[in-house]
C-alpha cells in the first residue's frame, strides 16, 4: 500500500522539520515525566505523578545519582540491576525496538489528497462567505496565528489561538472538556458520559449539553472539548470510556450529536473527540509511556466505518464546529496526520465543514499534518510539553513563503476557524465579548498573570473573578444521575421507604425470614450502610484531576474531570432521607469494617444493608495505584466483592436483605456476590457528579422510577468479551501493533455471535413497573436500492483566494515587538533565506482521489440520511406506577454472500413517560445508512435488496418480543 505520511513530505525546510517522522533520533531524550505536567498552580506539583513512574529522570534522580555518590559496590550492582529491570520492565522497550527499529511499519494507511476546501454546504455558506471577506484580508501572521496554539499554558484556558487582530478575529479560548468546565470554580459537575448514556433520553442529553454551554459562555469560553465518543468501548477496561456514552456506535451518535445540538445552541462550539480509534491508554501517545512511538489502531475499512466513525458522522450531521483528531496512529499514521481519515473521511465522505483540532501534542509532524487536513495545532507546542516550539507557528509561515504547503491549504484551514466562529454566532459581542476567560486554570488566587507559561515577567491582573455560573442546572445534573441509574435486580424491596420498608414489605419480611419471624420487634428499622463509596472520603477534590479512588466515585479521572462545586455523597442523603424516628442507621463508611462489640450487635440486627463499591479509571498520563489510565481488570476496586460478600454474611447474620450500589466507569464483574440470596437488589448507578446521593435516593426512595438501561453488555468475564476486547499492557513493537481483528464484534456484537450468556445483556434495565410492547407495524418509505442516489454536487462554493505566496516580511517579527519567551508567535526572526522550492509532497499526493459516493453534502450523501422505513410498536404501562420505558429497536440484516452481518444492531431507541394504565406509540425511523452495511469494494454504503430486513423490537438486545419484515 502507498505511503501516506512519507517522511519527504517533512524533509522540507528548516532544521527541526528535517527529523525523521518516525521520530527515531529526534526527541529520545525526552523523559516521560515532562508529559505530565499538566496541573495547575495550586494543586500539588507537578512531579507529584514521578511516583508512578519509571523514567530515566526519576532513576536519575533516585537511584543513580545517590548512590554513585556513595560508591559502594553494592550501589553498583543495585545500579545495575535497576538499570536492567529498567529496561526490561519499561514497556518492554529496549527488545521489542530492537526488533522493529529498523523497519518500523510507517505509514500504511493510504494516501488522500488533496484537503477537500470547507464551504460546500448550504447550511454553512453564509458563514463560509463571511470568513472568505475577513480572512481575505488577513497577513501571513495573522492567518498563521489562527491555525496554531500560543503554547502550554500560554492562556487563561488549556488551548488559546492566536488573534488576527486587525481583521477582528479573537483568541479562542478552548477548554475541557466533557462533563463541566474543567479547573473552573462555581460550575456544576454533571454526570459523566456514560451515565449520560444509560439514560437513553435524548432530551436529557440535550439538556445536559446545553446547560454545559451556558456556563461554558458564561466562563468566557468559545470551544468546549467535547463530546467524547472515542473510545467507543472495544476494550472494557478502556481508562476513558466513562467519556463517551457506551460501547454501541448508534447510541454513541445519538448521543454525541444531542450533546453537540445542546452545546451549539447556545453559540459554542463543540468539539467531538477523539477521532479516531484511542480505545486504550497504554501507549496512546509517544514518549508518556517510554516507547518513542504510539500505539497503531490498524483497523479494516468497514469495521472503521460501521463502528468507530460512525458517531463522528452523526456529530457532523448535527454541525459540530470541530473534531479533534486523536494521539494514536492508525493503521500506521499518526491519526492528526493521516490523510486518509482527515481528508477522506472527515472531510469528503462526511463532509465535515468545521475544523479539526489536534489533541494535544497529538500533532507529530509539520507540513505533512497540514497537507493531511490538519487545521489547529494544539496547545501549539509540538514535540515536547511547554517547551514553546511549534510544529506550526513561525514554522508553518515558513512553510508557506518557501511553497511547501500550498497557500490554499492555509487559506482553508483558517477559513474553516473563522466559519465555524461565525456559524456559530461568536461575532457578537454581547455573547462573546473579545477578553480572555473570567477564570484561569492554572491558580486560584484572584490575582495572576495571562500567561503562566511563560517565564518572562507580566503584570498581574485579576484572572479569576470566581463567577458563579450554575444556575439551577444541578436540576438536570440530578435527573441525568437518576436516569442513568440501572436497576440490575430487584427481588421486591426496592423502592424502599422512609421508615425503611412500607408497611407491606415490611410484615412480609418479618413472617417469611427465619431469623426474624416470630420475634417482636418493637425498635426501630435497623439499616447499615457499608463501604467507603457511600462517604464523603477527603473530600471530591482531594487528588489533583480526580486521580484516586477514595471516597464516593462521581467521576473518572484526567482532562474529562472538573473541580467539583460540591459532592452530596450517599450517605449525605440517606442521613436526610430517613426517619430517624423509625430508622437507625449504622454507618460503615469503609470497605473493612472491623465490627466488634456494639457494633457486632447491631450487625446481627440489621435488617437492611447498602453496600457501596466502585471501579475507577482514567486517562493515562496519570496512574492510581495500578490502574495507569487503563483498568487492570473488570473487577470491583479496593475490596469491593469481598465487601459485598462480607456484607451479605454478617447483615442480620445472613438474613438481612442487601442492597449493592455500584458506582463505575464501565462492566464490573459480579459474580462472587451476584447470587448471593439475600443480595436482593443491585444498582448501578454509573458516575453520577455533584448530584449522587440525592439522585441516588430519588431511586431508592422510588421517587424517580429508575429508567437506565445498560450502554454496555456485563459479562461474567472478561475473557467473555473476546480476544480483542484486552487492554494491551505490554507493547508488541516499538510502535505497538494494535490489530482490530475482532472487526464489528465488540461487546454485544460479539456475545451474540459466539452465544455467550452475558450477567446482563447490551439494553438491559429493570424499572419499578411492567410495560407490555404490542402491534407492531412496519411502514415501507422508500423502494430499496442497494447504492444511495449520485451524490450531489455542492450546494456552495469554496471560497477562493489568491493563490500567490505572501510576501515574506508579513512573517518577519515586527520590530520594537516584545515577545514573551516560549510564547508561540507566527514570526520569524529572519526571512531572506527563505526561497521558494520543489519540494517533494507525501507519496499519491498528485493522484487525485475520485469524490466518494458516500459524500456530498454535511454529513455525507444526504440520502444517507433519507427515512426508508418506520417501525411503530404501543406501549403500555401494566403495572402499579408510573414511569419511563425506553424501547429499542435491533436490526437483522438478510443474510448476502460473502458479507458476514453481526447476529443484531441497535438502530433505534426512544424513551417517554407513562402512568400506569397509559399506551403510547414508539416510532422509529430507519434511514438509509441505518439499514446499509460499508461496501469496501463499492466504497460506499450499501443496502441490501434481496431478502428481509428483521426488526427486532424490546427493552433490551436480548429481550425483543416484538418482530417485523422489510
Ligand atoms: C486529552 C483531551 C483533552 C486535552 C486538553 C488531552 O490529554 O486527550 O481529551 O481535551 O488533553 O486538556
Request: net charge negative.
Amino acid at each position: 500500500m502507498a505511503r501516506d505520511q512519507s517522511q519527504e513530505g517533512l524533509l522540507r525546510d528548516s532544521e527541526r522539520w528535517s527529523k525523521d517522522e518516525a521520530g527515531h533520533d529526534s526527541d529520545s531524550d525526552i523523559e516521560a515525566t515532562e508529559y505530565l505536567d499538566r496541573g495547575r498552580a495550586g494543586t500539588p506539583p507537578k512531579h507529584e505523578y514521578d511516583q508512578s513512574f519509571p523514567t530515566a529522570n526519576k532513576a536519575r534522580q533516585s537511584g543513580i545519582i545517590r548512590c554513585m555518590g556513595r560508591r559502594s559496590r553494592c550501589c553498583i550492582g543495585f545500579l545495575a540491576a535497576f538499570i536492567g529491570l529498567w529496561i526490561l520492565l519499561s514497556a518492554g522497550g529496549a527488545f521489542v525496538y530492537k526488533k522493529y527499529q529498523e523497519e518500523p511499519p510507517y505509514g500504511q494507511s493510504p494516501p488522500w489528497y488533496p484537503s477537500p476546501k470547507g464551504g460546500i454546504a448550504k447550511t454553512w455558506a453564509a458563514s463560509y462567505d463571511k470568513a472568505a471577506k475577513m480572512v481575505n484580508k488577513m497577513t501571513l501572521a495573522e492567518k498563521v496565528n489562527v491555525t496554531t496554539g500560543t503554547g502550554w499554558q500560554m492562556g487563561l484556558a488549556v488551548g488559546t489561538n492566536g488573534p488576527a487582530v486587525h481583521v477582528g478575529f479573537p483568541q479562542l479560548q478552548l477548554q475541557d472538556g466533557p462533563l463541566g468546565i474543567r479547573f473552573a470554580d462555581n460550575i456544576t459537575a454533571f454526570p459523566a458520559g456514560v451515565t449520560v448514556g444509560a439514560t437513553w433520553n435524548r432530551q436529557l442529553m440535550y439538556a445536559r449539553g446545553r446547560a454545559h454551554a451556558i456556563e461554558a459562555r458564561q466562563k468566557g469560553i468559545n470551544v468546549l472539548l467535547g463530546p467524547c465518543v472515542g473510545p467507543l468501548g472495544r476494550m472494557p477496561a478502556g481508562g476513558r470510556n466513562w467519556e463517551g456514552f457506551g460501547a454501541d456506535p448508534y447510541l454513541q451518535g445519538v448521543a454525541g450529536a444531542e450533546t453537540v445540538k445542546g452545546i451549539q445552541s447556545e453559540g459554542v462550539m463543540a468539539t467531538i473527540k477523539h477521532f479516531v480509534a484511542n480505545e486504550q491508554e497504554h501507549f496512546r501517545q509517544p514518549w508518556e509511556w517510554t516507547l518513542p512511538h504510539a500505539l497503531s489502531a490498524n483497523i479494516d475499512d468497514r469495521t472503521l466505518h460501521e463502528l468507530y466513525a460512525w458517531p463522528f458522522g452523526d456529530a457532523v450531521k448535527a454541525g459540530v464546529a470541530s473534531v479533534m483528531c486523536s494521539y494514536n496512529m492508525v493503521n500506521n499514521s499518526y491519526a492528526c496526520g493521516n490523510s486518509k481519515l482527515l481528508n477522506g473521511i472527515l472531510k469528503d465522505e462526511m463532509g465535515f465543514q468545521g475544523f479539526v483540532m489536534s489533541d494535544w501534542l497529538a500533532q507529530r509532524s509539520g507540513v505533512a499534518s497540514a497537507l493531511a487536513g490538519l487545521d489547529m495545532t494544539m496547545p501549539g507546542d509540538g514535540a515536547k510539553w511547554a517547551d514553546g516550539e511549534s510544529f506550526w507557528g513561525p514554522e508553518l509561515s515558513r512553510a508557506v513563503l518557501n511553497g511547501s504547503v500550498p497557500v490554499d491549504r492555509l487559506n482553508d484551514m483558517v477559513t474553516r476557524i473563522v466559519a465555524a466562529w461565525y456559524q456559530l454566532g461568536q461575532d457578537d459581542e454581547t455573547k462573546f465579548p473579545r477578553q480572555p476567560p473570567n477564570f484561569s486554570s492554572w491558580t486560584d488566587e484572584r490575582m495572576g498573570v495571562l500567561a503562566p507559561g511563560s517565564p518572562s515577567p507580566q503584570a498581574q491582573v485579576v484572572v479569576n473573578q470566581f463567577l458563579n455560573v450554575q444556575a439551577n442546572h444541578s436540576v438536570i445534573a440530578r435527573e441525568v444521575a437518576a436516569e442513568g441509574t440501572v436497576l440490575l435486580v430487584n427481588e421486591g424491596l426496592l423502592p424502599i421507604s422512609r421508615t425503611g420498608l412500607d408497611e407491606a414489605k415490611l410484615k412480609t419480611r418479618r413472617s417469611t425470614n427465619a431469623r426474624t419471624a416470630g420475634k417482636r420487634h418493637t425498635g426501630k428499622f435497623s439499616i447499615g450502610v457499608f463501604g467507603e463509596d457511600a462517604g464523603p472520603g477527603k473530600g471530591p477534590n482531594h487528588c489533583k484531576d480526580r486521580a484516586c479512588n477514595q471516597g464516593t466515585l462521581a467521576s473518572g479521572w484526567g482532562s474529562g474531570a472538573v473541580e467539583f462545586p460540591y459532592l452530596v455523597s450517599p450517605i449525605e442523603a440517606l442521613r436526610k432521607e430517613f426517619d430517624s424516628s423509625k430508622v437507625e442507621l449504622h454507618e460503615y463508611l469503609t470497605n473493612k469494617p472491623s465490627i466488634t462489640g456494639k457494633d457486632k450487635v447491631a450487625l446481627e440486627d440489621l435488617e437492611l444493608c447498602i453496600v457501596f463499591a466502585n471501579a475507577d479509571s482514567g486517562e493515562g498520563y496519570v496512574k492510581w495505584e495500578d490502574v495507569r489510565g487503563d483498568r487492570s481488570d473488570l473487577n470491583l476496586q479496593k475490596g469491593g466483592d469481598d465487601l459485598i460478600v462480607d456484607v451479605a454474611a454478617k447483615c442480620g447474620s445472613g438474613s438481612g436483605d442487601v442492597i449493592a450500589v455500584i458506582h463505575a466507569v464501565g462492566p464490573v464483574l459480579m459474580e462472587k456476590w451476584i447470587d448471593l440470596p439475600n443480595v436482593k437488589a443491585v444498582l448501578l448507578a454509573n458516575l453520577p457528579g455533584q448530584e449522587s446521593g440525592n439522585a441516588l435516593v430519588d431511586i431508592l426512595f422510588g421517587k424517580t422510577n429508575p429508567s437506565g438501561h445498560l450502554p454496555f453488555t456485563i459479562g461474567k468475564s472478561l475473557d467473555d468479551y473476546g480476544p480483542g476486547a484486552k487492554v494491551m499492557y505490554l507493547p508488541n513493537g516499538v510502535i505497538p501493533q494494535q490489530d482490530f481483528s475482532e472487526g464489528l464484534y465488540i461487546d454485544y456484537r460479539y456475545f451474540d455471535k459466539e452465544g455467550i450468556e452475558p450477567r446482563f445483556e447490551f439494553g438491559f434495565g429493570l424499572s419499578y413497573t411492567n410495560f407490555n410492547l404490542s402491534n407492531i407495524r412496519v411502514e415501507s418509505k422508500k423502494a430499496k436500492s442497494a447504492l444511495p442516489e449520485a451524490r450531489p454536487s455542492p450546494a456552495a462554493e469554496p471560497p477562493s483566494y489568491s493563490t500567490v505566496i505572501p510576501p515574506k516580511d508579513e512573517a518577519r517579527f515586527p520590530s520594537g515587538f516584545r515577545a514573551l519567551e516560549k510564547y508561540i508567535y507566527p514570526y520569524l526572526p529572519a526571512v531572506d533565506n527563505i526561497k521558494v522550492g520543489h519540494y517533494p509532497y507525501p507519496d499519491g499526493y498528485d493522484t487525485e482521489r475520485p469524490l466518494s459516493g458516500a459524500g456530498g453534502d454535511e454529513g455525507g450523501n444526504p440520502d444517507l440520511w433519507a427515512t426508508y422505513v418506520t417501525v411503530t410498536v404501543d406501549v403500555r404501562n401494566d403495572g402499579p406506577v408510573a414511569g419511563a420505558v425506553v424501547p429499542q429497536l435491533y436490526i437483522e440484516y438478510p443474510p448476502k454472500d460473502e458479507v458476514d452481518f453481526p447476529v443484531r444492531v441497535l438502530r433505534g431507541f426512544d424513551k417517554f413517560y407513562l402512568k400506569p394504565g397509559e399506551t403510547h406509540t414508539a416510532q422509529f425511523s430507519l434511514t438509509r445508512r441505518d439499514l446499509s452495511y460499508w461496501d469496501v469494494v463499492e466504497q460506499n454504503w450499501v443496502m441490501v435488496t434481496e431478502g428481509e430486513y428483521k426488526f427486532g423490537v424490546g427493552l433490551s438486545s436480548r429481550d425483543l418480543p416484538l418482530t417485523g419484515r422489510w
